[in-house]
T-cell receptor, first 115, second 119 residues
Framework: AQSVAQPEDQVNVAEGNPLTVKCTYS??????LFWYVQYPNRGLQFLLK??????LVKGSYGFEAEFNKSQTSFHLKKPSALVSDSALYFC?????????????FGSGTRLQVQP | EAGVTQFPSHSVIEKGQTVTLRCDPI?????LYWYRRVMGKEIKFLLH????????ESGMPNNRFLAERTGGTYSTLKVQPAELEDSGVYFC?????????????????FGPGTRLLVL
């Protein structure tokens, strides 16, 4: 079975400060990892994914995430937060060693960036 | 390129009624998925189509839910009869299968969701 934990329901940061949204995962095999963002009244928007290779993945809007196999983590980061980054962020995983395509999501973390 | 579209955007029905949700995937995407988020919890997988075939329906909660994808294009998800616990946001996603290299790494692109409220 696979699972994702996003330990923080909400993260508050000041504009211009660095932000981190935490994600840890559990799979029996090797993971594919994804981050999605949901802006108010919008659908899920793909941000970035880890497949293989370089542990630091760069995505849209200046976001990046670091895959850490020993800590089974895939934290989302941005060096300088913008007010427009305020949204709901979801981490997802799928086990690449199975034939299933289903993503397993975390419960989401609401990011609030204050001006 | 148009994204994944879903209809309706919102639906309010009474317990016991029937609701049908529709999803139009990105053109050319043979994989289509249904997910739902209930009561602000995590987003949960319902099922996966490859073209018109159900590849994985392990997430379907019970036989009140029926998904179809006739012709391998758009898909419908019918809930009959609806119960209070079916309230939530139903998301559809689509992806294009890789024909070489590592499979399964393709990105799933999501629609805006249908917000279902069962009273």
């Amino acid at each position: 079975a696979q699972s994702v934990a996003q330990p923080e329901d909400q993260v508050n940061v000041a504009e211009g400060n660095p932000l981190t949204v935490k994600c840890t995962y559990s799979v029996s095999g090797n993971p594919y990892l994804f981050w999605y963002v949901q802006y108010p009244n919008r659908g899920l928007q793909f941000l970035l994914k880890y497949i293989t290779g370089d542990n630091l993945v760069k995505g849209s809007y200046g976001f990046e995430a670091e895959f850490n196999k020993s800590q089974t983590s895939f934290h989302l980061k941005k060096p300088s937060a913008l007010v427009s980054d305020s949204a709901l962020y979801f981490c997802a995983v799928r086990d690449r060693d199975t034939g299933r395509r289903a993503l397993t999501f975390g419960s989401g973390t609401r990011l609030q960036v204050q001006p | 390129e148009a994204g994944v579209t879903q209809f309706p955007s919102h639906s309010v029905i009474e317990k016991g009624q029937t609701v049908t949700l529709r999803c139009d995937p990105i053109s050319g995407h043979d994989n289509l998925y249904w997910y739902r988020r209930v009561m602000g919890k995590e987003i949960k997988f319902l099922l996966h189509f490859v073209k018109e075939s159900k590849q994985d329906e392990s997430g379907m909660p019970n036989n009140r839910f029926l998904a179809e994808r006739t012709g391998g294009t758009y898909s419908t998800l019918k809930v009959q009869p609806a119960e209070l616990e079916d309230s939530g946001v139903y998301f559809c996603a689509s992806s294009h299968s890789r024909t070489s290299g590592a499979r399964g790494q393709e990105t799933q692109y999501f629609g805006p969701g249908t917000r279902l409220l069962v009273l």
